[in-house]
């Protein structure tokens, strides 16, 4: 669970803030009661990048791969066929 803390908080806090993060849990700050920006682990923030560079077309290979052994799914689903997008039915009927 992500820990929240307004950003004067955060500052006066950071090296607190970078351990979190740094053992896995985000840190989430506030501004005003609103958050604006989170800590991540790096580790994280590698796979965060390559999840929204490959965007939502990208599909199943989007998010495939990043662990021993991923490189023959990852390259399978590239190979594979889109369908097409699926057609949203009409909740107001």
């Known amino acids: 669970m992500a820990r929240t803390l307004s950003a004067a908080n955060a500052k006066a806090r950071f090296a607190d803030c970078l351990r979190t993060a740094e053992q896995g849990e985000p840190v989430v700050i506030t501004r005003h009661?609103?958050?604006?920006a989170?800590?991540?682990?790096a580790?994280?923030?590698?796979?965060?990048e390559r999840l929204r560079s490959a965007g939502p077309e990208a599909g199943l290979v989007g998010v495939a791969g990043g662990w021993?052994?991923?490189?023959e799914l990852v390259q399978?689903?590239?190979?594979s066929r889109r369908k097409g997008s699926r057609r949203t039915p009409r909740l107001d009927t």
Not at 76 to 79: P, V
């Open 33 to 36: 009661g609103k958050p604006v």
């Open 38 to 41: 989170a800590l991540v682990a």
């Open 43 to 48: 580790g994280e923030l590698k796979q965060l």
């Open 68 to 71: 021993k052994g991923s490189e």
């Open 76 to 79: 399978a689903l590239a190979r």
